[in-house]
């Protein structure tokens, strides 16, 4: 079962701050953002526990960051870009090119 993805207007900068406010989160974001939908399997490629993964994706799902769908025996993750952009603009870009220009502390969760 899939959680809570609130709706564009109920995406608030809060929530979404403290999603990106995580390592992680950022490294799993920055895989993202290059479009598409990715398995759940497939986002970061070190060993992480299923349980770390499923957690710090709910974080990410609940904040309204990206979006989460089941197809078939596994859940596919896509961005939610154009909502981000609707509610908070240039936001999540800001937040993507400070991770590029300083990418060490996203760099250990990397593929």
Not at 4 to 16: A, R, S, T
Not at 55 to 62: C, E, N, Q, Y
Not at 64 to 86: A, F, N
Request: a neutral charge.
């Amino acid at each position: 079962m899939i959680g809570h993805h609130p709706e564009p207007d109920q995406i608030k900068l809060e929530n979404v701050l403290t999603a990106l406010g995580h390592p992680m989160r950022l490294a799993i974001v920055r895989e993202l953002a290059g479009g598409g939908e990715r398995a759940c399997g497939t986002v970061l490629s070190k060993e992480i526990a299923k349980s770390t993964l499923t957690h710090h994706w709910r974080v990410l799902r609940d904040s309204g960051v990206i979006r989460q769908r089941p197809s078939g025996r596994e859940h596919l993750l896509s961005l939610r870009r154009e909502d981000l952009e609707q509610r908070f603009p240039g936001l999540l870009d800001s937040v993507l090119a400070g991770v590029e220009s300083d990418p060490e502390s996203v760099d250990r969760y990397a593929p």
